[in-house]
Every structure is written in structure tokens, then in C-alpha cells.
């Protein structure tokens, strides 16, 4: 192979055109109107008929185009595109609050969908898998639990313990995100199947677990800077002796980490693709606004350090974007070990850019900046989450840096 | 006069011992419980009877320990503290969400009883100065409009106009902090009253509108990343017609700029005072769960960078304590235009370190740190609103940078 | 065209790893001992016979291995390399300190060979041009002035009359790069040949001065943090009446800025690349020092927050490389107007994260990091020139502002 | 006590007046003269005449008007100064090469004088301390090693054997600061005096060492970003069979931590202030540049983010200075184990702004700011080893973490 491609390919172009102009033209003007819908009804848990009518309006419509799960990489059922290519598309998709579910694109969705197209059984993908990829329902994916630190995922302890044919699950998890879905009707969820006679790192599994199984409480919304992210929602559930057929678990006990490592490495890089398209959204309102605003009779782009301020954001927004595009070319060089630095590495410097780009232009604003009026507050919050989602900085900075002195040394860090 | 003494005087440190305890052991305590309650009985801006009963409670054995009204400057009435003296007391308050409140020293009602004090005319006092200075009422501070730069306090635009006896007023204002509460019966509202005849400084006007005055209207509350701040409230207010007596106009026409210098003074530094509280309680936070929390073997103190964490964010309180105290103790030298520099350097410096603590401690504490769970993520946005309110960082860099130049040009900058 | 290759092609890969092998194998061993001769027989400014021995031996063998001339764009005389191919190469040779040196590419002769081959007269490329390519001379490009801000060019003030078939100059030159050396032979000129018919950019122009020219005076060399990088030199210069041939002014009167223009772009972005060369180096110092060296009973890489700092080193290092790449690729694409904001991009960070890395490193390496004893102080202060030379950081970031904002207005900025 | 008074005293502040007028009168118009005679009779480390005229000139006048000796504690034969206001003077100093020597304060001498006073006995005293107090001779402090890392002293590894009345030490010292200079007579040095009994602080020693001592060779000087920083200089030696008196161990075998402790308190802080002095010196040439210079038809103070670069170089050496008051007035209060996390939190603040600040400064000064022809590279070269000596950052960070921590816990840290 000849080089890095990191550019658009020529097939992917007139794709990327569509998401473009419908991300800019028929969803961003659909979100404002949809999340001013929430709770208007009095129940910030469900949907009211217009926001029904809003989002499947435009899922319809994505679909007609044939602009439709993305993310699935065999060209059969997909377009086969390569993460390079996704990237592009998931960076416009970022830019508004239903870019990525118009296009059945969601977090964490996508994630899940995989899980279920490699380790699920046929039952799994006909009950679960099918529906989720016609968008008809939702899922979640239930790792962190309140009482263990999660960054350590051996630490997982939910009990789930065999039964005849069935499994019997106790413990809490919490920010089960997209749980407070009314459509959320699967759950794939860590559990501990403890072995003494496998390693540590087999001592977990991954099992499906209907949302409406008897037993699971909604505890609670957690909320993130005191936005509850209703409906999606970011659950604190209980399950008290939850049963789900033995045939509900994936692929054997002790493969949960297995199946958790797969799901992540696209997860992660799927997160980072749209945090820069969110940068690169709150950059466009900053100079708007800089342009736009006047104080001390000049416009604020003319004042103090602001024309510095662009510049930084514009060149850090480059330096993430390519990093990422880099990352995402390394996932698809098919060598998941070589890959995973790369990972880590964007894990770390997407959502840290964006925040800064989003609080820069957050300032720019002043106290419109901070509030409901604009995307960008909204935004902030979301991509402060993902400094710990899927594992926080601290923990991929330690995998950087094991890779960088493993190249000098053959004893253990 | 020897020396800058930044330290406790030795008659403050009995008051500051029994702030200190009373904050930690039952307003702290007491904070849990009156947030939960908040919207409970399906309205968010009203208080419900558990809420009362907890903060009219408090207040009533902060009055009968005579720990009250401590921002009082003058000491038939008050303490008679310095800011120094103050600044060490506001520092506990900052520590709890109902810490101010509960002594009455409230933003913004400290800065408006100090106009009432120094500008309102007698009837103004009795009617509104003296039921504030009991706590039986509040009050909101209405500056900011949602169509022009506030940055620039001469774009402040709301018509008031002389009509017979009364003005009338038209116009918008936001983040009207405090008027969401249901006890806030006075508004204390910059104007603009234009005369030709006068500089540019002179075209605005304080006057008194008390909040049920007809042609008021609460459009909506401003949110904070989402938070509403019920049942506090940051409003966006209509005024169509407000009609008011003319002796409800502060001191003359034209005076509103310098009726604004001084009141603004004083109310920064007060909010820098309570930032490095909450700054001390997050940084406090972080140790003790960097201490409880364990991953991959080691308690969490022990990973990776967080010694280095921990000690930067010491250093960098010490920091701001020490500058907020240097700038307390220039306003107590009594010149304020030599103090102007000083109380723009914390302005800048206490919102900032106070926010990279904060942050810091969320991140220690992984989700639960962007939760409801603990008082760190409240404190975030409370403390980013700091960087806006009374004037964005910008313009206080501005000004430091404008009085360091000026030492060495007599050319205008 | 199908994308955005910024890998190394095919045809590259052998040369990249002869260039490789020999920056290793040869040329850094040799630095030491040539960086220890300096001075060594009293005279600064000359090469030893030693240095010659060393340097020249490199040459040839270089020479007649083919690797030679590499930045040569035309595919006749040199590789044809794309300016990405050549970024592969010149990151290499920015590791060793005769580096650049050994392959005929080293600042400014490359810039300047390209000023020769452009605008150059015949009778110029056969006197000067050729010796340059053969690496048997040395050359010098003369801009900045001690007078006046040489941020904004227009200020270039030498003065270049006209006197019959010759012009005189008068004025001072400093930050000579080069001019110290005694292989120096010719020197490139910016000056000020005013025109009041034309327009402001028009009043400038370049003129070639043979170093031996009568009126020609070295001042002195300018130190760099107190080291005057001899015998290469950043010299002071005086120019007393220096009469040179008219024919010695390139392409015309009033030609100066679109020369220096031409010039520029390809020498700051060589300078980048070398920068991140030097940045992996420092890296690498800096890894394994951290596994080498003991405190406290523990390898010096698992104390503190270094994990830390080697990840965040290992992530700007990429960034910065794949910047620095795509602003290459946009050179390549052949719109100078196009790719002007990405080399101003990259003139900002290569820079500042190789300082930053290399500060990190010499941190890492105790008193041994800021002493002779390692290249890394040296190769700080060679890079902190360039947050200078070239245009200072901040009218970089001005250029990348103005950039951005223009997608917004067409008002001017 | 009442208070913390960190202004400077009545008593302080005529002396203050003379130190400030000294130093901007007579010290700085000196100090280009003496720099610039370094090496110009062929020997860098020796002084010229008129280096000795110039110094020993300015050591006359201040003794004379009893500016001299400030660091004595005791009032007996100085002024008996606190720390506090001893700090307002060691600023002053700072901003001056000469300045500290010229009022016989300069480090390490005053450290080394402290040393012998406390822990000396009246031999040395007599003929060390004597002549050291009247500023006849210069000393040097012997710690750092090549081969250990010096940050874990216990690596200290020098070896100091008993043989008969004498003692014989073998072994290797670097960065003996000072012990370039002709006038530098005596050596105190840390050495290791292996004696199982004892705990692992107790196995090293401190004992004098002449420089003339008989196989004490002066290896090179260690050059700091390439300057040798003669003749003062930073000495590598190497010890051979050097024989002294037995009488020449400090207090006993096994004291040389306690001893090292003693000394370093001051020794740190007295640096921390004298870099704050360099920080003011630095922004009083940025701010008088920013006015005077101009480019695109304005002051560069106006352009770009000077305004805001200028606020925050204020801003943070504000703070500098306070925690550097509020340290010394740590030490005032007498608990040396109180004091100790205040002096590592300026041993790494005061550096770190100074350096900042003078970064700053010499970006604003262009090519001119990284030459010889202002004081700011030296400066920062110097601020640099900071850094570094006495304690690397990393070291003091974690002593101030874990101060913080033991608050939460009594376990082991």
C-alpha cells in the first residue's frame, strides 16, 4: 500500500455533500424546535407527538437518500465504508443534536449493533440486532457501576449467577445513557461470572437483558452539570434478581473484556469524529459572534486577544481532526494492537479541544454563551462527559506512554 | 501605618470560629436536603414548607448568634470589619450553597443594601433598605440586556422616560440574578436617560422598580449549562410601560455609572472571596476521595499525575487567596481608584483557579463527579458565570494591563 | 485527485531509510566531536582541520550515495520529491546537528538556491547557484534590521541608491544567519529602493552582495542565550557605501516583498519539519533517561506525573508532524494563496511543541539537560529562533485568524 | 500575634529606599560594563582590572552606607531582619547581575556563611566565616553528583574515608555554582560516610574542603544553554585523594542531611525572590517595548494579545510575590516543619512565573530579546537552573501533595 490516505475518497464525496447539506439544512433548524419540546407534555421521559413527528420525519427521509447506518462496515448491507471515511460523515454528524440518530448513527447504538452483528446468536440479531438497525428501538450499555472505580474495569462486580437455564443478576449500574429512552428495549450489560480457575481478565461476561425484565428499577437520572439529558437520559438502575434466559449471554462466560475491547476501539473514535465536528460548530458561532457583536466601538473579533483565540481554536480543531483521521486509518489497517495508542491518543485530545474551542466561544458570547440560546452550552456539558466515558484521560495517557517506552525497554511498566 | 497585615485580626477570629462550625456542621449538612426538595411540590419557583422551615431556620440562629449581616461596614449597625476581615468569613460561606444566605450576605443583595445605603433617599430605605437588612425580602440587580454588549456598559439601552411625576420604562433585561425568587420584591434597574447636554458616562440612571409592578413580565428563566437555578433564578424580563415615581430615581439622572463603580467594587470581590471557598471544599473533596478510591491495586492519590494535580491546585489557591486579600486590603486603604487594578486582577484570577480546581476534583471523582452526587458540578457552573458577570475576563485584563502601562507613558491608551 | 496521501510513497522508503541510517550510524556520532573542535585552535570562526575532515567526509559520502539536494523540486537535477516526501527526509536530518548540513540542505542556502534558480540571472546561477548546489560555498539571506520592527517588513529600511551602473548601500543587518561562517560567500539582501509611483509593498527590493564587498563590516555575532553558534553566526552587520553591480538586483526595482514571499513559504516549512525531528529526539532522550535513571528506589518513568508528560509529548509530536504534513500537501497543491494559513499554522506550533518537549526532556534530565553533555539545550535555543525568525508567532496567528474570519465577511480585517 | 504583616516595615523602609536607588542607579548602568569585559584579556575566569574596580567599587560604597550583610538574622552584627522584610530586599537585588554580590548576599555564600555559622566551629569560623562576611573571599557548595540522580540525595555518593587525623575524599562533583571564580576558596561538601548503624539519613556527612587542596581538579566548567556563565561558573570536579583535616567534618559523621536541611530553607527562598526581581525587571522592559517599538502603524502594545499577555505577566507575578511573603513569614513564625511545604510551593511557583514572564518579554523584543543586548536570555538561563537546583519541581510538587494529604490521613504517603 502506497501511503496514508487521509482525504476524502471520490465515492465518499457526494455522500458526504447529502449529510452536509441535511445536517445544515433540515436538522439543525429541527433541533431547536425538538428540544424545546422537552417535557412540555409533563413528562421529560417520553416524546411528545411532535418531537415523535420531528425525528422520524427526518429518519425517514435519511433512509429515502439512502443515508443510512454509516457505520456499518460490510458492503452488503452498509456502504463499506472504511473508518477514515465514516469519519468524515460523523464529523458532520456532530454538529446537531439529532445528526447522528437521523442517520441511525447513535451512541450508543452503533456500538451495541456491532456487539450483537459479531457475538450475538441468530435469535440475538433477529429479536435485537434487526429492529436497531431499522432504527425502530434503542439500546444501552450498562458498564459503571456507583460503588467500584470503573476506570479499573476488573473492578465491575454485578452478580450474575447461573440458575438452571437461566441467569440471575443483582447489582447497580449507573450512567447507562440512552436508558431513560422510552424505545430503549435491550441492554448489554457487564456482569461478574467469577471462575477461580481463569485468569483476572475472565472473570466477567456480557449478557442481554430486555429493559422490561421484572426487577430493573430506574433508580434515577444522573444528571451532568444539572442537565438531566432527558429523554435519552443517563440512568442509575437497580437490578434486583433479574432473570434472563441462560442463552441471553454472549459468546461464553469470561468474555465479557474480550467483547468490551472490541466494542470500544470504533465506540471511542465514533465519539471523537463528532467532537470535532462540535468544535468546528462552536469556531463557526465564535466568529459569527466576533463579527456580529460591537463593544467599545469595534467589532469583538477587533479586541484584545480574540483574533489569538481564533487562530489557537482553528489550529487545534486541525491538529485533533488529523490526529483522529490518523487513528481511524490505523483501525483500518486491520491491526487492533497497533491501533490502540492511536485510540487512546484522540481519546484524550478530541473532546479536551473541543471543550476549549466550546469554551471560547462560549466566553465570546458572554451570558448567552452559558445559556439555553445556543447550542453551545448544551454542547460543553456532552463532550465534558467524554473525558470519562469510555474510560477518563488519566487511563489513556498511562497507555500512550506505555507504548512510547515499551519501544526502549523489554521489562514490564 | 506599618505593613499590609493579610492576616486574621485577633477579634475576628472568634466570629470566624463560629462561621467556620456552623457552616461545616449544619448549613453544609442542611445544603443536601433543601436542593432535593427543590421543585418537589411541581412548582421550581416557589419553596416549599420543608424548604422554608430549613433556610428561615438557619438564618433565625445565625441572627441570635449575632453572626449577621458581617458585609455592614460601618460598626454601630455591624461589625465595622475590614474587607480583610470580610474576606476570611466570606471565604466559609462560599463553601455552602446556603453559606451566604443564611448570615444575609447574599449576592446581589450585598451590593444593592450598599446602594440603598450610600444612594437611596430615606423612604427608600425604610421601605426596602430595612426589611433587606432583616432578611424578610430580596432583591435583583438589573444591568445586562439581551441585545447589546453589556461588556460595554454604555450600550446599556432601556428607555426611561419622564413622564409628570413618574418614568416610565421600556425595554429588556437578563440574567436579573435572584428574580426568579418569589421574596424578591424590589429590582434596583440601570437605565438609560439620555441628555445631550452630558458626556457619554452620564446617560444612565439607577432607579428603584419594585417587582410586582405592573407591565413586568418574567419571559423565562436564562439556564447555566442547562440549570435554571430555581427557585433563584437568573430572569429575562420584559418591561412594557413600567411606571414608577419619579423619587424612585437614585440620586439624579446621569448618575447611574457612578452609583454602578461603587456598588461593583465591593460585590466582586465578595464573589472572589466565595469562590476560593469553593475552590478549598473542591480541592478538599479531591483529596479525600484520591484517598478512599482505589483502581488497579493503589488508591487513586497514587496514580499517575495526581500528586502533581493535588499540589497544583494548592499552590494556585494560596495564590488566590492571597491576591483576593491583597486586593481587600487596598480597598481598605480607602482610594479606590489605586484599588481599581487590584479588584480586576482577583476578578480574573479567583473565577479561574476556582473553575481548574473544580474541574479537577470532577475529574477525580470520575461520573459521579459531573453528577448531582456531589456539590462539585453546581459549583462549576456557578463559578463559570463568574467569568462573565460584572464584566468578562477581557475587560479586566484590559484594565490591569492599561494600569501597567500607564507607568510608563503619559499618552492615552 | 483521490485524497490526501500524507504517508510515505514508495519510491521514497529506500531513501528515507538510507537518510535514516546514516543521520544514526554517521552523522550524529560525528557531532560531538565536530561541535568539540569549535574554538579549539583560538579561532571561533574558522573550521578546524578536524571539522573540515569530519564535515566534508560526510558530504561526499552523502554525495555520491545520492543523497543529495533533496529539497531540488525539479525532477532533473534532483528526486522531483513532493514537499510531503520531503518532509519525511528533512524531519531526519533535524535530528543530528550536521544533519541538513550533510545533505546540501541546510538554512538559508536552500531558500536561497531556490531565490537563485527563480530569480536569478544566468551570469548569478552560474557564479553563485552552482557552488551553492555543489555545497562549496555558503550563503546568507539579509533582512532584519536592529532599527525597526522587522514583524512588519514594510519597515526594512537599508538604504539601495542608484549611482550609475552600480547601487550603493548603506545600513545595518543583524540576525545574519550564517554570515559568521568563513565558507560564506554571498549574501541575499532586502532593501529599500523607494519609488514614490508605486505602492507601498512596491518600495523594497533584493539585491546579491558578495561578502567580500568593500564597506561589508561583521559588527559582531548576535548571541543566542548567550551562545553565538559559531561558525555558523547570526551576525551583526555594517554596510558603508557597498557598491555592487546593478545587474546584481534580482528581477527589478520594487520586486523585493514578491521575491521574499516566493522565498519563504518552503523555508519556514522546512524549518518545521526539521523542528519535529528535533522534538522525537528529545523524546527519545527523554524515554530513556526515564528508564534509566533511579530516585526513590523506582525508575524515574514511574515517579510523578511522568507517564504524564511523555504522553502528552508523544501526542503533540503527532499532531504537530501531521500539521506540519498537511500544510506540505497544501503547498503541493500548487494555490500559494491556499496553503499561506497552514504554514502559518505550522510557523506556530512545530515550534512550540518541540520546545516544549525538549523543555520537558531537559527537565527530565536534571542539571545533565541544560548543560553540554546532551543535545537538548542546544537544540532549545536553536528553536526558540524560531518563534522569531520569519515572522514572529503572533502575526502568524493573526494570518490564521484573518484566515478563518474571512469565510465569514468580506469586510476588511 | 495579630495578623500576618507582609508588607515591608517602617524600619525596612528607608533601607529599601537606598537598596532600590543603589541598584537602579549604580548597579545597572554597571552591570553591562562588567558582563562585557568577561574573557577580554584572554581568560574567562579571571577578573579584569577593571571587573575588580568596577565590583569591588560598588562593595566599598555599600558597605560604607551599611547596606551590607543583610541576610544575618542576628542584630548584633546585622540588622537582625526577618525573612519577610529581608525578602522586599533580595527582590531588589534580583533585578541586577551585580546586585546581590554587591551587598554581600549573594547565593551560595550567604547559605554557606549560615552553615558555618550554626554548625562550625571557631577555627572555621575564624578563617572562613570572616573573611566570607567581609566579602574577601567566595565559597562554594558541593552537592550534585554526575553519575546519581541528586534529586533522592541519599544517591549522594562521594566518598569520604577516615585515615588518621584526616579525612580522604574520592569521588566527582558538578554544578559547583561559583567555583569558577579566582576569589572562590573554600568548598563545603556533602559526602558519604557509610556507617551500618546508622538510619539512611544519617550515612552522609558534611565537611570544608580548600580549593586549593591538593587533587581537586577543575574538570570544566558545565555551560548553561551554552554559556560557561564565567567567571563565576558552574564547576565539574573531580576529587582524587584529597586529604583534609578531620577537624574539617562538620559536627559529626552522619549530619550532613540535618546540616543540608538547615541551609536549604533560606537558600530556596532567597532565590525565589531575587527571580521575582527578575520577573518585574522583565515586564518593565516588555511594557517599555511595547510602547516605544511600532509596527503596522501601531505600538505593539496595542496589537494582538499584548495588552492581555502584559495583565496576566502582572497578574501572576503579583502572586509570586505573595506566596514568596507569606513563605518567608512561614519561616518567621519559627516552625521549620511548617514551614517546609510553603517554601517547596515558592521553590516552584517563583521560577516557573519568572520564566514565563521573561519569555514573554523576550518574544516582545524580537531578535533583540534573545541576544545579549538586554538582560533577558541571561536572565532566563539563569531562572532556568532554578528549576532544577536545589530540588527539581517534581520534588517539591509532591512534598506540597503530600503535605496536603496528610490532612485526610495518618496512613503512609
New interface residues.
Given amino acids: 500500500m ?9 465515492r465518499l464525496k457526494p455522500v458526504h455533500e447529502q449529510v452536509v447539506r441535511m445536517v445544515r439544512d433540515e436538522i439543525m433548524p429541527a433541533d431547536e424546535e425538538f428540544l424545546a419540546e422537552i417535557g412540555r407534555d409533563g413528562d421529560r421521559w417520553s416524546y411528545t407527538p411532535r418531537q415523535t413527528e420531528i425525528l422520524e420525519g427526518l429518519k425517514v427521509k435519511a433512509r429515502e437518500r439512502g443515508l443510512w447506518n454509516f457505520w456499518l462496515t460490510d458492503s452488503e448491507r452498509g456502504y463499506g465504508l472504511t473508518t477514515v471515511e465514516y469519519a468524515y460523515l460523523a464529523e458532520e454528524m456532530g454538529k446537531a443534536h439529532l445528526g447522528a440518530e437521523t442517520f441511525n448513527c447513535s451512541a450508543p447504538d452503533t456500538g451495541n449493533m456491532e456487539v450483537l452483528e459479531r457475538y450475538g446468536a441468530d435469535e440475538h440479531k433477529e429479536r435485537w440486532l434487526a429492529p436497531l438497525l431499522e432504527g425502530r428501538i434503542r439500546s444501552a450499555y450498562l458498564m ?1 457501576e ?1 460503588d467500584v ?4 474495569a476488573t ?1 465491575v462486580a454485578m452478580r450474575c449467577e447461573r440458575d438452571g437455564d437461566s441467569y440471575v443478576l443483582n447489582g447497580e449500574k ?2 447507562a445513557s440512552g436508558a431513560g429512552d422510552p424505545r430503549c428495549a435491550i441492554y448489554i450489560v457487564m456482569v461478574r461470572t467469577p471462575d477461580g480457575s481463569r485468569p483476572k481478565h475472565e472473570q466477567h461476561s456480557m449478557i442481554l437483558v430486555p429493559s422490561d425484565t421484572h426487577g430493573v428499577t430506574k433508580l434515577r437520572p ?6 438531566d439529558d432527558a429523554p435519552h437520559g443517563h440512568m442509575h438502575l437497580r437490578f434486583e434478581n433479574v432473570r434472563v434466559p441462560a442463552s441471553n449471554l454472549l459468546v461464553g462466560e469470561g468474555q465479557g473484556f474480550a467483547i468490551a475491547q472490541g466494542r470500544l476501539g470504533p465506540g471511542r473514535i465514533h465519539h471523537c469524529m463528532r467532537a470535532i465536528g462540535q468544535a468546528e460548530r462552536a ?2 458561532l465564535m ?2 459572534r ?2 456580529r ?4 466601538g469595534k467589532r ?2 477587533e ?6 483565540i ?3 481554536c ?2 487545534e480543531i ?3 481532526r ?2 483522529c483521521l ?1 487513528a481511524a486509518w490505523m483501525m483500518d489497517q486491520g491491526d487492533r494492537r497497533a491501533a490502540a495508542p492511536w485510540i487512546s ?1 484522540i481519546k ?2 478530541a473532546p479536551q479541544v473541543a471543550l476549549k474551542v466550546t469554551d471560547e466561544a462560549i ?1 465570546m458570547h ?8 445556543t447550542p453551545l ?2 454542547a ?2 456532552h463532550l ?2 467524554l ?2 466515558a469510555d474510560g ?3 487511563v ?10 515499551r ?3 523489554q ?1 514490564p ?1
Fill in positions: 502506497d501511503g496514508m490516505n487521509l482525504g476524502m475518497s471520490d459503571t456507583p472505580a470503573s476506570s479499573d473492578n449507573w450512567w444522573m444528571t451532568v452539570y444539572g442537565d469556531l463557526e466568529c459569527q466576533a463579527l457583536r460591537e463593544a467599545f469583538l473579533a479586541l484584545g486577544a480574540n483574533y489569538d481564533i487562530a489557537e482553528r489550529m486541525e491538529m485533533a488529523l490526529l490518523k491518543q484524550v485530545v466566553q458572554g451570558g448567552q454563551g452559558i445559556s439555553q440560546d452550552a448544551r460543553w456539558t465534558r462527559t473525558r470519562l477518563p484521560d488519566a489513556h495517557r498511562r497507555q500512550v506512554a506505555r507504548a512510547e517506552l519501544k526502549y525497554t521489562q511498566l
